[in-house]
């Protein structure tokens, strides 16, 4: 199989594009209302202290992605298992994102186009890209991301010039209680989720080792910061009730910027931010998803099962998700059962890594 190798820079920005992705519209931490700033800002420093749990695991197997070193901590049967699961986690993941991705289609512009239509459109795309490799998504994440997000830096001050200060009083009405529920949501969906790139960066060649410590750092990092400053300016814009209410709240706040009627309609730029980050985070969760399969099959190139997984990912979102309400429903529940793929099993591998590390070093001084 062809070599790939990812720069740091294309690492970063696939992870800028997959973390942006969907909360560019969706929002994030809701729960928290007017104290949505607190709770965005915990749950990014609990991320990264989950992050160095990530790197520690790849660290202590250098070349080998998540799948590969659950194999050699807990042998072929259980290894085979805990593949299993998270194998079973990126497909959920990747049938929800893609129903995120023709939902949004089709109420902003393409509601007369049936869903099933917009749907396979995206599968195929996504298939195509995964198949041409890691690489090419690396390097076509470089080029948009060096366009689009100074376009987007660039919009959100006029977000600014709208916000209302008061919309973030009092601070703490309800007590902790709703800033730790934001906080929560906001560190599963979508920092955490950047658990599915153990299962990618990981790989031999695929990203060079020493890299790795700052690919997720540095992009979760800018990614992080970036969805804090679109939640919070789109949170004063819209106010606490539009905000938790509406299905896009960062795109209907951007919708309101008129200059002038001069500059308006902006809100493209948000929806074109959407487009791109979604195909990344199906994209990676497709791969991920196959890395899994291939891994435990024995197989040497994952392309193999890229297109019948595709197809299995599209029919599993029509089948699963009948409309917005399901879907909003759904993020919110999933919420709960990714914890335990992306903190509770990463804590379990790193500690049971550590304690066959600690017993093989034993071993080797004994001998």
Known sequence: MKKEILSSRQGISMLILFISGSSLVLGSAQAAKNDIWIALIIGLTATFLIVFVYIRILKRFPNKNLYDILLAVFGKIIGRFVCGIYILYTFYLAALVLVNFTMFISVIGLEFTPVEILSFCVTVLVIIGVKKGVEVLGRWSEFFIRILYPILLIIIPFMLAMVEVNNLKPILADGMKPVLDGALSVLVFPFAEIVIFTM????????????????????????????????????????????????????????????????????????????????????????????????????????????????????????????????????????????????????????????????????????
Not at 200 to 221: C, E, Q, S, Y
Not at 238 to 252: E, H, Q, R, V
Not at 310 to 331: D, K, Q, R, Y
Request: proline share 2%.
């Open 200 to 367: 990618i960066f990981g790989t031999k060649d695929v990203i060079r080792h020493h890299n790795i410590k700052k690919v997720f750092l540095l992009g979760l990092l800018l990614g992080g910061t970036l969805i804090i400053i679109t939640d919070i300016a789109a949170f004063l814009t819209l106010g606490g009730f539009a905000y938790t209410s509406s299905y896009f709240p960062i795109y209907s706040a951007v919708s309101r910027i008129n200059v002038h009627d001069i500059l308006e309609r902006v809100e493209i730029v948000i929806a074109v931010s959407f487009l791109l980050g979604g195909f990344i985070k199906i994209s990676a969760c497709v791969l991920a998803c196959s890395n899994g399969l291939a891994a435990i099959m024995n197989l040497k190139d994952y392309r193999l099962l890229v297109t019948p997984l595709g197809l299995l990912i599209m029919i599993t979102s029509l089948t699963t998700f009948h409309n917005i309400m399901e879907m909003v429903t759904a993020v919110i529940t999933f919420q709960y059962y990714a914890l335990f793929f992306q903190i509770i099993l990463p804590l379990f591998v790193w500690i049971a890594l550590e304690i066959k590390l600690l017993i093989q070093k034993k071993k080797s001084i004994q001998a």
